[in-house]
C-alpha cells in the first residue's frame, strides 16, 4: 500500500478528528457544529487559524487557551489524534477501495458518539442519523461501482435485524439498554452488515464483554454500583470499530474451527489486509 496515501489518509482523520471535537462540544447542547467560530467556552476568546491546527497547536500552546489560560481538556488531542490514527489504519486495511469511504464516515461517527456518551451520557440523533446516511451513501456508491449488491442487502438487513433486536431486549428491560443504544445498534447492523453477520456478531460480543469488564473493575474498586449507568455507545463502538480492523482474521478463525477442510475467504471479506 503506497505511504502517500495511508499519511494523507491519516492526515485527512486529523483533520476530521478536530471537526468531530466541535460537533461532541455542540450538538449535545443544540447547538450549530458550523456557527458561530470556534471560541475558547471560558472566555469566548476566538480561537485563531494558528491555534486550531490538530494536535500542534494544543502541544505549543502548552495545553492552555492562549487568552485566559485555562486548561484546554485532553479530550480535544486525544480524539483527534485517534481519529488520524485509525484512518490511516483503515487506509493500510482496504486501501483505496470502494468500501474505504464507508469505513471512514463510519467511524468518524462512532468516535463522535462514543465521545458525547462518555461525556454526556447521550447518543445524539444529530449526530447518529447522518452518520446513519451517510454511511448508506457511502455503501449504496460501493455496491453500484463493484456490484456487489448482496453485501448491500446485507448490511440493510443486518440494520434491521439488529435494530429490532436491540429494540425488543430494550422492551423487556429497558434498565438494561437505553434507546439510543437501540438506534446506534441499526447503525453498527447497517455499516458491518457488508462484510457479513459475523462481523456485527463480533462487534456486540467484544463490545459487550468490554462493558461487562470494565463495570465489574468499577463495581470491585467501588467506583460504581448495580445503578450505576455507564455508557454503553462507548463499548459497542469501540466493539465495531475492531469488527472493521481485525474482523476478518477472527471470522476467517472461527469458520476455520467450525470446518477444519474450508479453504480462502468468504466473499464479502475484501481488501489487502492480511
Same mark, same amino acid.
Not at 446513519?132 to 449504496?140: E, S, V
Not at 456485527?200 to 461487562?212: D, E, Q
Given at each position: ?43 469566548? &476568546? ?28 485532553? $479530550? ?14 483503515? &487506509? ?33 440523533? $444529530? ?14 456508491? &460501493? ?25 425488543? #431486549?430494550?422492551?423487556? $428491560? ?23 453477520? #459475523? ?26 454500583? $448495580? ?16 469488527? #472493521? ?30
Amino acid at each position: 500500500m503506497p505511504s502517500v496515501f495511508v499519511l494523507m489518509t491519516g492526515l485527512l482523520g486529523l483533520a476530521v478528528g478536530s471537526f468531530l471535537n466541535v460537533a461532541v462540544s455542540r450538538v449535545p447542547a443544540g447547538r450549530s457544529v458550523l456557527r458561530p467560530r470556534s471560541a475558547c467556552p471560558r472566555c469566548a &476568546a476566538p480561537i485563531a487559524a494558528r491555534d486550531n491546527i490538530p494536535l500542534v497547536s494544543w502541544v505549543l500552546l502548552g495545553r492552555r487557551c492562549r487568552a485566559c489560560r485555562v486548561p484546554i481538556p485532553a $479530550r480535544y488531542p486525544l480524539v483527534e489524534a485517534l481519529t488520524g490514527v485509525l484512518f490511516a489504519t483503515e &487506509a493500510l486495511r482496504f486501501g483505496p477501495s470502494e468500501v474505504l469511504p464507508a469505513a471512514l464516515v463510519l467511524t468518524a461517527g462512532l468516535l463522535a458518539l462514543a465521545a458525547c456518551d462518555a461525556e454526556h451520557l447521550l447518543l445524539p440523533n $444529530r449526530l447518529l442519523y447522518p452518520t446513519l446516511a451517510l454511511t448508506a451513501a457511502c455503501l449504496l456508491a &460501493a455496491a453500484a461501482a463493484t456490484g456487489q449488491w448482496p453485501s448491500f442487502g446485507a448490511a440493510a438487513a443486518c440494520g434491521i435485524g439488529a435494530f429490532a433486536v436491540f429494540f425488543a #431486549l430494550h422492551r423487556t $428491560r429497558p434498565a438494561w439498554l437505553g434507546f439510543g443504544d437501540v438506534r446506534l445498534a441499526g447503525l453498527l447492523g447497517a455499516g458491518l452488515g457488508w462484510f457479513g453477520p #459475523l462481523h456485527l456478531i463480533f462487534a456486540v460480543l467484544s463490545g459487550s464483554a468490554a462493558g461487562l469488564v470494565v463495570g465489574a473493575g468499577l463495581m470491585a474498586t467501588g467506583r460504581a454500583t $448495580r445503578r450505576t449507568r455507564l455508557p454503553f455507545g462507548v463499548f459497542l463502538a469501540a466493539g465495531a470499530i475492531a469488527a #472493521l480492523l481485525v474482523g476478518d482474521p477472527v471470522v476467517r478463525w472461527y469458520e476455520g474451527v467450525l470446518d477444519p477442510c474450508a479453504t480462502g475467504a468468504p466473499p464479502y471479506i475484501t481488501g489487502p489486509w492480511p
